[in-house]
């Protein structure tokens, strides 16, 4: 730790108002330190996570962090704010605000240490002496571990420290105590995850509870001792991404919740796991793994639900092809910036390649990007089966894939391949084994006899019927024109706009990816009205906040001059703090410009070969300018409804957010 944190990364009299202002001034202190090489870049990075989860936690913290490659260093920057900071905490401002930067590399042992850190901010003894510190580098050494916060709190002026809430233990211990194993996992891996893990221990031990705590972070992953498994009377996930090997909890009853409920609420969590254990409840995981992707939310009792099991396997299966999309599309698209079109016809470049010939270049990325798109489908459907099934499910998934383009029922193919293999493995682990069995079943059994009956049922049974689907799907596309396009249009452009990046976002983003792996001129116009659809929302506030920003509150000020950047670059998430703090006003106001965008695009005959990229791709795209003022239209009615929608309050966003709003104490 101590090459993590000096004096000079303390600022115990943080002036700042905004969260974002917190993190540029703890970040500056990191540029001078020569810690981070790009500030705005840092920022950048910072903002992307800061988007994807409010990094605020009761009891007045907050901890901005990212993985970012403006980083030379692990580093680690503490500021206290003397008025608070939103950070997104359910209970108020933090006043404690860590600054947590990994570089893109960073590796275990830097990240164990900055896990560890995490783990000590539930501890109160350990905040109130922060709270306390009145010196820079005696802050330094509290965090370093060098001091002990017990010391810190006894020599400061009693009422300079923070009241510490204690926990009833109980008196009685049973012979037997309850025991459970728990999963904790973010999609950074750095804070939440060990965070969640030791608010969950603290929890256990005021209740004289028993807990194994296993955490899926960037700092490695030790798997719980199959002894301890088999023991423990339940399981608690706590995670925002995909728990792994799932299929060890077997005959359990399960809590399912996001990280962030780990942290805040432990102690409901734990008498959740112990009702449904002395109700004998055990969860859907009971003879396999749990049919859910992971993700943060509800508790498992509202995810069991078909229809939220269903939309997890795809979004499982989208998140992971997501990767080859970008990557594939965008050769693909450059190649035909540099070649033409006519370049996808080159010979094979293993054969004909000039160094100095663009022509070779761009067929050398044309084919390149080719190779990524071939494992779209094959990718979807392996990742729905991993998502309901885990391992096993991957290999007859793969190959479902792989069939579904062999016979041409491409997309389509995909999803119905991928849920045919997460189901059939599902169902052969439900059959009782000798023991003997056991080990090679995962790894040979499951696998081989999944393969056959998948194989079989895409060759012989549904592939043909999903194939003519399929073909009549693409001839529709291509047949689209007048108002039917304009039709979809409008629909693509409010599943768009509606959640932001959710599901129904993903679904229509998959869609249109969908018919990249073949490109028609149909495909090719929706892959355009969706990217299209989908810059509107955070260009829209963005728009909305510059001309009206009185409307808004400063936070939201802030967040307005980032949403530019993000608009621009399809970020749809940019909009999410908007939505969040206002959703009736603003996702109807999205949802509209949406579909106007989406509906001129279609009208327009806008293409788009390109996946993703936002403006950086519009020399890509068929109708440029008129591509730029349907997203200019779009943005305008989204923007002005927005203004007119706040200006029916009757108060300022300050003024409403004034009373009552808490204040965090520090220590003077």
């Not at 974002?20 to 810690?35: I, P």
């Not at 896990?115 to 050494?141: H, K």
């Not at 969950?200 to 001792?225: N, P």
């Not at 639900?305 to 050769?331: D, E, I, K, Q, W």
Request: aromatic residues 6%.
């Amino acid at each position: 730790m101590s090459e993590l944190i000096t004096a000079e990364l303390v600022d115990l009299d943080l002036s700042a108002e905004t969260k974002n202002d917190a993190a540029r001034s703890l970040a500056e202190r990191m540029v001078a330190a020569g810690r981070v090489t790009d500030l705005d870049g840092f920022l950048a990075d910072v903002a992307a996570r800061e988007a994807q989860m409010p990094t605020g936690l009761d009891g007045g913290i907050g901890i901005p962090h990212c993985r970012s490659e403006h980083v030379a260093v692990p580093t680690l920057a503490f500021g206290r704010s003397g008025r608070g900071i939103d950070f997104g905490a359910a209970d108020g401002p933090a006043d404690l605000i860590f600054l947590i930067a990994a570089p893109a590399g960073a590796d275990d042992a830097h990240l164990t240490i900055l896990s560890g850190l995490a783990r000590r901010l539930t501890d109160p003894e350990f905040t109130a002496a922060l709270r306390a510190e009145r010196d820079s580098a005696g802050a330094a050494a509290l965090i370093r571990g060098e001091r002990d916060p017990a010391s810190v709190v006894s020599d400061a002026a009693p009422s300079a420290v923070p009241d510490v809430p204690s926990s009833d233990v109980s008196d009685a211990t049973p012979d037997e105590p309850f025991r459970i194993v728990a999963v904790t996992s973010c999609p950074t891996g750095i804070a939440h995850t060990y965070m969640a893990a030791e608010a969950l221990e603290g929890a256990a031990r005021s209740e004289g509870v028993e807990i194994s705590v296993e955490t899926q972070g960037s700092a490695g992953f030790d798997r719980l001792d199959p002894a301890v498994i088999a023991s423990a009377d339940a399981v608690i996930w706590a995670h925002d991404v995909e728990v792994r090997e799932k299929a060890r909890f077997a005959g359990k009853p399960v809590v399912d919740v996001g990280v962030k409920a780990g942290i805040s609420r432990p102690g409901e969590l734990i008498a959740e796991a112990r009702g449904k254990a002395e109700r004998g409840e055990i969860t859907a995981l009971a003879e396999g793994p749990a049919p859910d992707g992971g993700g943060g939310g509800a508790a498992g009792g509202d995810r069991t639900h078909l229809g939220v099991r269903l939309r997890t396997y795809l979004m499982s299966g989208v998140s992971y092809m997501v990767p080859f999309v970008a990557a594939g599309g965008l050769l693909i698209a450059l190649s035909f910036a540099i070649g033409g079109y006519e370049i996808a016809g080159a010979k094979s470049v293993a054969d004909h390649f000039v160094w100095g010939e663009a022509d070779s270049w761009a067929a050398l990325l044309n084919q390149i990007g080719s190779a990524a798109f071939g494992f779209l489908v094959p990718v979807l459907a392996g990742y729905i089966a991993y998502g309901m099934a885990d391992r096993p499910a991957l290999v007859p998934g793969f190959v479902g894939g792989a069939i579904a383009l062999t016979i041409d029922a491409g997309f389509l193919g995909g999803l119905v391949a991928g849920l045919l293999a997460g189901a059939v493995v599902m169902a052969i682990q439900r059959v009782k084994v000798h023991p003997t069995l056991r080990g090679i079943m995962p790894v040979l059994v499951i696998p081989l006899l999944a393969s056959i009956v998948v194989g079989f049922l895409m060759f012989v049974v549904v592939g043909k019927p999903i194939a003519s689907l399929q073909n009549a799907l693409t001839d529709w596309l291509n047949g689209l024109s007048g108002s039917n396009a304009v039709i979809l249009g409008v629909v693509l452009g409010l599943m768009m706009c509606f959640d932001m990046g959710g599901p129904l976002n993903k679904v229509a983003y998959a869609f249109a990816v969908g018919g990249l792996a073949d490109p028609t001129p149909g495909s090719l116009k929706v892959m355009a009205a969706v990217m299209a659809a989908g810059m509107v929302p955070p260009l829209a506030l963005a728009l909305a906040t510059t001309v009206r920003g009185r409307l808004f509150t400063h936070t939201e000020r802030e967040n307005g001059r980032a949403a530019w950047v993000l608009g621009a670059s399809f970020i749809t998430e940019g909009a999410i703090p908007f939505a969040a703090a206002d959703p009736l006003r603003v996702i109807p106001s999205v949802m509209a410009g949406g579909a106007v965008t989406g509906a001129l695009s279609m009208a327009f005959g806008c293409t788009l070969r390109a996946p993703h990229g936002g403006i950086f791709v519009v020399p890509l795209i068929g109708e440029p300018f008129l591509y730029l003022l349907a997203i200019a239209v779009g943005t305008a009615v989204s923007a002005a409804l927005v203004v007119v929608l706040k200006g029916t309050r009757r108060t300022s966003p300050e003024a409403a957010a004034a009373p009552g709003k808490p204040k965090a104490s520090v220590a003077a």
